[in-house]
Nanobody
Framework: QVQLVESGGGLVQPGGSLRLSCAASGSIFWFYAMGWYRQAPGKQRELVAAISSVNSGGRTNYADSVKGRFTISRDNAKNTVYLQMNSLKPEDTAVYYC?????????WGQGTQVTVSS
């Protein structure tokens, strides 16, 4: 069982930055592929960024809409994954969820609200 706790959301002006954090419980964090998803009102949840497990090389991939602006990273010593978000736009407004996957195991955090508005 893995528990995920997100933090770092909030209100930011267009063009600003935020860093989301996701702290994971458990001692085998580095085996999990980690991802950030978001869901805006009235829309489906979508993948924002993902990073593979340590033994898979920690490869990253991003949604086209955030490439060049967002960066996902993981600190395996702290069991934490981050999402650095720069040049934020109003359309980035959503609830952001942390996800951990290992085989058939699939865990979600409770979500953190990000609002981009002037």
């Amino acid at each position: 069982q893995v528990q995920l706790v997100e933090s770092g959301g909030g209100l930011v002006q267009p063009g600003g930055s935020l860093r989301l954090s996701c702290a994971a419980s458990g001692s085998i964090f580095w085996f999990y592929a980690m991802g950030w998803y978001r869901q805006a009102p009235g829309k489906q949840r979508e993948l924002v960024a993902a990073i593979s497990s340590v033994n898979s090389g920690g490869r990253t991939n991003y949604a086209d809409s955030v490439k060049g602006r967002f960066t996902i990273s993981r600190d395996n010593a702290k069991n934490t994954v981050y999402l650095q978000m720069n040049s934020l736009k109003p359309e980035d407004t959503a609830v952001y969820y942390c996800n951990a996957k290992l085989g058939s195991q699939d865990y979600w955090g409770q979500g953190t609200q990000v609002t981009v508005s002037s």
